[in-house]
């Protein structure tokens, strides 16, 4: 015990004293309080205020609070030592809570100073474990697991339950927990939930569908045409929002030549179908299935062909095959698509937004509760609640579902096997529809990028420039550029910090073992379940007030990127290190290299893959993202997805096509280079395995 104490002691003292010295220069260089304007927008006074020097402030407290740890007792043997370890894990979350209450009870916003000082306690919490020998004493898990929890707590579940204030609480702040009822009991508002509830289902369904025969196609029929399948399965996710269903307006709207072509050959005299549930189901469909088609896909290429050899063995068919071994293998996967795409299409509101006509749906009233001309928190409130609650209901399901099945096809033993054929008819029937679903996204596709260059769709056909000059020829400071620059600047920088933070998740995750690991991989992968739409409105809500101010900062936008991608980055993170064997991190710390060195030098580069993709995946998310930050930006964050936004409500659908087939084009040239990377690397370690 004595040379424990001699070997941690010292060591451990002296660097919480540096952790204290680092919050008191936080202190003394950065304000304390938030400053409206920045520091260079702000006055000489407003600065001062900020910095919280007076003597009577109460951000003393914050600073003097936590340099009681200075002067407690040295040294420390036995339980007493143990119990010293204790209470500065404890003391320091508590200073963390008085920062907080005192704040939220003065109104300010807390600034820099306390996130420095905020570092500071969690690296002296982290110290403190380290010496409890909690997780083997390991200092970089430790910290990781706090900086996990703590970045949890804020930006997923305060907000979260910052978005039922407005239920119970009337204009005046007085409470009233009944008031949401006069909400739900507008006949118009059960009409919306239910067309939302009976929309997901039909854009599930049918996504699933064209996910699954997409998904056939390219893993079990397709040879050298696979590539055809995969790129218009892959394309609507590099499409921004809005203009799928713009497109979709172009063929088949009042002025379609899809519609045309009806009015004349079939007789078609109502001009306005498409307006209302079958323009949108229509516009979800092409836009979500190529969600439902990796999912299905990835689980299509896991599946073991000595099944089904089995199975053609004990003299089963080939459809029986199919209906009876190959499809109840697909159920988990079905399953999580299906539920998936209901949740993406409850918060999606581009596409009712232009196609919806009549038929309102729960994120388009949200978004006019929060946008038009009569502000109601209240109704904005009540309804992403039970967007939320459905959501989460959904996600329940299909975790729970799954989690107490076991589908697992391929083990550790060596078989072999090889892929069957599939019956006649399904193979003509898939590549039927396979071919179809190529035709209608190449009419769509050709319809945006044609209907850019046209003076006005519909009226007027002859080419022109006029929309993309009017867009990218007004000089770097107007138009369309700020707003593209932006977009770009903003997703570069989320996008490592969604690898980063996922990856990290899902070491701590699969590689420690701790109480309250279920919970922390199940509230981070709330993301998906949580809509964009009331992700919106819960940041709103939760940073518009004391303690912690972020609206109107790009901040507060970049914080929305990462928190809603962060679920494919502990996803790629996961797939990853399931592939990686366990003895090759223990290799590495009995060499005493400890779990940074590991993690830096072991497992980052074996999982290279998996961060390009999680990388890439998370910067083409969050270019095309509009349902969550559409309510968080302002004239100084514009991102693209709300110019285009801004464009479709002013009726410039030319524009607003044009700058989509812009983005379009980029997001396709940045995943061919990293496609074209990527692959070059596979080829490189395949040649070298056969040399």
């Given at each position: 015990m004595?040379?424990?104490?001699v ?5 451990k003292r ?7 010295g680092?919050?008191?220069l936080?202190y ?12 260079l ?6 600065i001062y205020?900020?910095y919280g ?10 600073v003097?609070?936590?340099l ?5 007792p040295?040294h420390?043997?036995g339980?007493e030592?143990r119990?010293?370890h204790?209470?500065?894990?404890g003391?320091?979350l508590f200073?963390?809570?008085?920062m ?5 009870l003065?109104?300010r ?7 420095v000082?905020s570092?500071s306690?969690a690296a002296i919490?982290t110290?403190?474990l380290s010496?409890?020998?909690?997780l083997?004493?390991?200092?970089f898990?430790?910290?990781?697991l706090?900086?996990?929890i703590a970045?949890?707590?804020l930006f997923?579940l305060?907000?979260?339950?910052a978005i039922f204030?407005?239920m ?7 409470f009233?927990?009944w008031?949401f009822?006069a909400v739900?009991?507008?006949?118009h508002?059960?009409?919306v ?8 289902v039909?854009?599930?369904i049918g996504c ?9 196609y390219t893993?079990r029929?397709?040879r050298?045409?696979a590539?055809i399948?995969?790129?218009?399965s ?6 921004p929002p809005f ?5 979709v ?6 002025s ?6 009806m ?5 078609l ?11 949108i ?14 999912i299905l ?11 089904e050899?089995?199975s053609?063995?004990?003299r ?5 095959t199919?209906?009876q ?7 988990p996967a079905?399953?999580n ?8 299409s ?8 232009v ?5 309102d749906v729960?994120?388009t009233q949200?978004?006019f ?8 928190y209240t ?8 967007l939320?609650l459905?959501?989460l209901?959904?996600?329940c399901?299909?975790y ?9 096809t391929?083990s ?7 892929v069957q054929?599939?019956?006649?008819i399904?193979v003509?029937g898939?590549t039927l529809?396979?071919?179809v679903?190529?035709?209608g996204?190449?009419?769509l596709?050709?319809s ?5 260059f ?5 009226v ?13 020829g007004?000089g770097m400071?107007d ?7 932006d977009t770009?600047?903003y ?5 490592p910090l969604t690898?980063?933070f ?6 701590i995750v699969v590689?420690q073992q701790?109480?309250?690991k279920k919970?922390i ?6 993301c998906?379940a949580?809509p964009?739409?009331v ?7 939760a ?9 109107g900062?790009?901040a507060?936008?970049?914080i929305?990127?990462v928190?809603?991608n962060?679920?494919?980055g ?5 797939a990853?290190?399931g592939?990686?064997?366990k003895?090759?991190?223990?290799a590495?710390l009995?060499l005493r ?9 072991i497992?980052?580069p ?9 990388l890439i995946y998370?910067?083409v998310?969050a ?7 559409i309510f968080l ?15 479709v409500?002013?009726?410039e659908?030319?524009m607003?096509?044009?700058y989509g ?5 980029v ?8 496609d074209?990377?990527?692959?070059e690397?596979?080829?490189a370690?395949s040649?070298?395995k056969?040399?």
């Open positions: 004595t040379d424990v104490l070997l941690h002691s010292p060591q002296e660097a919480i004293f540096i952790w204290l680092i919050m008191l936080g003394a260089a950065l304000p304390v309080f938030s400053l409206d304007y920045g520091l927008g702000s006055t000489a006074d407003e205020a900020a020097w007076s003597g009577r402030n109460i951000s003393l407290v914050w003097l609070l936590p009681l740890l200075a002067v407690r040295l420390a043997v339980r030592r119990t010293r204790l209470f500065d894990v003391y320091a200073c963390m809570l008085v907080v209450v005192s704040a939220s003065t109104g916003g807390l600034g820099f100073a306390v996130i000082m570092i306690l919490m110290l403190a010496r409890l020998e909690w083997g004493g390991d200092r898990v430790l910290g990781s706090i900086a996990i970045l949890i707590g997923i305060y907000p979260s339950i204030k407005p119970v609480l009337d204009d005046s702040g007085a009233a927990p008031q009822m739900l009991g507008q006949r508002i059960l009409q939930i239910w067309n939302s509830f009976l929309l997901s039909a854009v599930g699933t569908f064209f996910g699954l025969v997409l998904a056939i893993a029929i397709a050298r045409s590539i399948g995969r790129v218009f892959i394309l609507p996710i590099v499409t203009v799928v269903g713009l497109g307006t172009l063929m088949m709207g009042r379609g030549y899809v519609t045309e072509l009015v004349k050959y079939l007789g005299t109502d001009t306005n179908w498409l307006y209302g549930f079958n323009g189901w229509l516009a979800q469909v092409l836009a979500f299935t190529p969600m439902s088609f990796m896909d990835g689980a299509i290429k896991t599946l073991h062909p000595s099944l050899e089995a053609y063995t004990l089963a068919n080939r459809f029986q199919f209906t071994v190959f499809l109840p293998l697909l159920k079905l399953a698509a299906f539920l998936i795409v209901i949740v993406q409850l918060a999606d509101f581009s596409n009712p937004l196609l919806g006509g009549d038929f729960l994120a949200i978004y509760y929060i946008t038009g001309a009569q502000l109601d109704a904005a409130s009540t309804l992403g609640v039970i939320l459905f959501s209901l959904v996600f399901i299909q729970l579902w799954m989690g107490k099945r076991s589908y697992v391929i550790g033993k060596s078989s072999r096997g090889d054929p599939l019956p006649v399904l003509r898939i529809l396979l071919w679903w190529v035709a996204n190449i009419l596709y050709g945006i990028f044609y209907g850019s046209t003076v006005n769709w519909g007027d056909y002859t080419l022109t420039l006029d929309n993309f000059s009017k867009l990218f007004q400071s138009g369309a550029w700020p707003s593209l620059l770009l600047l997703a570069g920088i989320a996008a690898t980063i996922g990856l990290l998740i899902a070491y590689r701790f109480t309250g919970v991989e199940f509230t981070t992968m709330l998906f949580v964009g739409t992700a919106g409105v819960s940041y709103i809500l940073f518009n007030n004391a303690p912690v101010y972020l609206t900062t790009a507060i936008v970049i929305s990127m928190m809603r962060v679920p494919v502990i996803r790629a993170g996961i990853g290190l592939q990686l064997d003895s090759l991190d223990e590495s009995s290299a400890g779990s940074l060195r590991t993690v830096l030098y497992v980052l074996l999982l290279r893959p998996a961060i390009l993709s999680a998370s910067f998310r270019i095309t993202t509009v349902s969550a930050i930006v302002t004239p100084d964050t514009r991102v693209a997805t709300s110019y285009i936004l801004n464009r409500e002013d009726g659908y030319g607003a096509i044009a087939s812009i983005l379009i084009v997001m396709l040239v940045i995943i061919f280079i990293f074209a990377l990527v692959g690397a596979r080829v370690r040649r070298a056969n040399s």
